[in-house]
C-alpha cells in the first residue's frame, strides 16, 4: 500500500467512525448501539494505525520533545540524575550525566550525558532521520515518561564537586531514646518517644572530611580546626593533616554551623547541620530497636579515626554512624527526653554530641547515646555531618 492509498483508506475508516457514531447515537436500541460503538472504536484505531504508518509526504511523524532554547550568554548546564552509589570506585560510571547536580561545562563541549541523552528514546528519528525511526520516536515519547526519575532511600547525590555527598533518607517514624531495660544508656536518653520525621532529608553519607572542610577553610580564609590552639594530632599516620579522606576532627560546634552556612552560600540549597532525631533516625534506618546495643558492629577503640569510607555503612548506605567520630548535631542539650524537643533556631551555649569517637567506650556508640558539649570546644574524637533539607 502506498501512502497515498494509506491516507485514503484512512479518511475513509475516519468516516465510518463518524457514520458509525451518528447511528448508535440516534437509534436506542441495545442490540444496534453496542455493535455500533464496538465498531467505531475498532474503524478509529485502524484508521488511526494507517495514519501513523502512512505519514503525509514531507510531514514524517517526529518525537514529542520539548528543547529548550540555547542560553544567550555564560556557560550551559547540564542537569544530571541522581544515582544509586555503592562505592567510590562507582565514579567514572556515575559522572556520565547522573551524579545528582548541576555542573557547569564549556560550550560546545560534549559529555558522556549528553551523548546518552541524544541517544535516548525522546531523541529518536529528530531532525532529518528517516521515517521509521521518526515513528518510533513518536510512539516512545508517548508512552515513556520524561525528566529524572523520583529519589528513593539509599540514593546518593552531589551538589557541586567540593560538596559532601548526601544520601536521601525517606520520611517516617520511628522510636528514638533507649529503653527502660537498657543498662547502658543513661537518663537523658529516657523516655524513649515516638517521633515523626517529615518529609525526609539527605545526610552525608560520611562525616565531614579534611579535604572537603579545606575548601571553606580556603575559601573564606577561616583557620584549619585545632584541639586548644594545638593542630589536629598526628593518630595513626604521618599523613593525617593531609589525607584528605580522614574526618575532620578537632572541630567545635561553631566550626560546624559556619561550614553547612558557606554551603548554603555557594550551592543555593538548605544545608544545615541534622537535629539530634533526625540523625539517630538516620543511623538505625527506621529499623533498629529502641534498644540496639553497643554489640550492632560498633567501631573497637582505635589508634585514631581512619578514612570515612572504611567505616561500616548501614541499610542506607550511610557511613561511620557507629564510631570514628563522636558527631555534633544541632540541638541544645537536654536533660531528658521527657523535655519538649528545642527549637533548632534558638541560641545556646551548651549543644550535643551523638555516637562515640574512636578512643571512646563503646556505649556511647549506641543510636541513643547523647552527651552535652559546649559550642566552643573540640576535642580529637569529634566532627560532624552534614543534612540538606529535601526543598
Not at 463518524?18 to 478509529?44: E, M, Y
Not at 525522546?122 to 521515517?131: D, I
Request: glycine letters at 12%.
Amino acid at each position: 500500500m502506498t501512502d497515498a492509498d494509506g491516507l485514503l483508506a484512512s479518511a475513509v475508516l475516519y468516516g465510518a467512525t463518524l457514520l458509525l457514531i451518528a447511528v448508535g447515537t440516534w437509534i436506542s436500541r441495545d442490540v444496534v448501539r453496542k455493535p455500533a460503538a464496538l465498531l467505531a472504536i475498532a474503524t478509529a484505531a485502524f484508521g488511526s494505525l494507517l495514519l501513523i504508518r502512512h505519514a503525509p509526504a514531507g510531514a514524517e511523524w517526529q518525537p514529542l520533545a520539548w528543547v529548550p532554547p540555547e542560553p544567550k550568554a555564560g556557560p550551559a548546564m547540564r542537569l544530571s540524575f541522581p544515582l544509586r552509589q555503592r562505592s567510590l570506585t562507582d565514579g567514572a560510571d556515575d559522572s556520565a550525566g547522573r551524579g545528582g547536580r548541576l555542573e557547569p561545562r564549556a560550550p560546545g563541549r560534549g559529555g558522556a550525558a549528553e551523548e546518552e541523552d541524544q541517544s535516548g528514546p525522546a531523541s529518536s528519528g529528530g531532525g532529518g532521520g528517516g521515517s521509521g525511526s521518526g515513528r518510533g520516536g513518536f510512539l516512545a515519547s508517548l508512552l515513556m515518561p520524561s525528566g529524572p526519575r523520583k529519589l528513593v532511600a539509599g540514593d546518593v547525590v552531589k551538589d557541586c564537586p567540593f560538596c559532601p555527598e548526601i544520601v536521601i533518607v525517606p520520611g517516617g517514624r520511628f522510636l528514638m531514646g533507649a529503653a527502660e531495660t537498657d543498662a547502658e544508656a543513661t537518663a537523658a536518653e529516657k523516655p524513649a518517644r515516638k517521633v515523626s520525621v517529615w518529609p525526609g532529608f539527605a545526610i552525608g553519607r560520611y562525616e565531614v572530611t579534611i579535604g572537603e572542610y579545606t575548601h571553606f577553610a580556603k575559601a573564606t580564609g577561616r583557620a584549619m580546626p585545632s584541639c586548644d590552639g594545638n593542630p589536629a594530632p598526628n593518630f595513626n599516620t604521618e599523613n593525617f593533616n593531609t589525607d584528605e579522606r580522614l574526618p575532620l576532627t578537632c572541630v567545635s560546634w561553631r566550626d560546624a554551623a559556619a561550614y553547612a552556612g558557606w554551603l548554603v552560600r555557594v550551592t543555593g540549597r538548605p544545608y544545615r547541620l541534622p537535629s539530634a532525631a533526625e540523625w539517630e533516625y538516620a543511623a538505625r534506618a527506621a529499623n533498629a530497636p529502641a534498644n540496639a546495643g553497643a554489640d550492632a558492629h560498633p567501631q573497637q577503640v582505635a589508634a585514631g579515626p581512619v578514612r570515612v569510607e572504611s567505616t561500616p555503612a548501614n541499610a542506607w548506605s550511610i557511613h561511620g554512624m557507629r564510631g570514628n567520630l563522636a558527631e555534633i548535631v544541632a540541638d541544645c542539650w537536654q536533660v531528658s527526653l521527657a523535655v519538649p524537643m528545642p527549637d533548632l533556631e534558638q541560641g545556646c551555649s551548651t549543644r550535643m554530641l551523638k555516637d562515640g569517637g574512636w578512643s571512646e567506650p563503646s556505649r556511647w556508640q549506641r543510636p541513643a547515646a547523647r552527651r552535652p558539649v559546649e559550642a566552643s570546644v573540640a576535642t580529637p574524637t569529634q566532627g560532624f555531618r552534614i543534612v540538606r533539607d529535601q526543598r
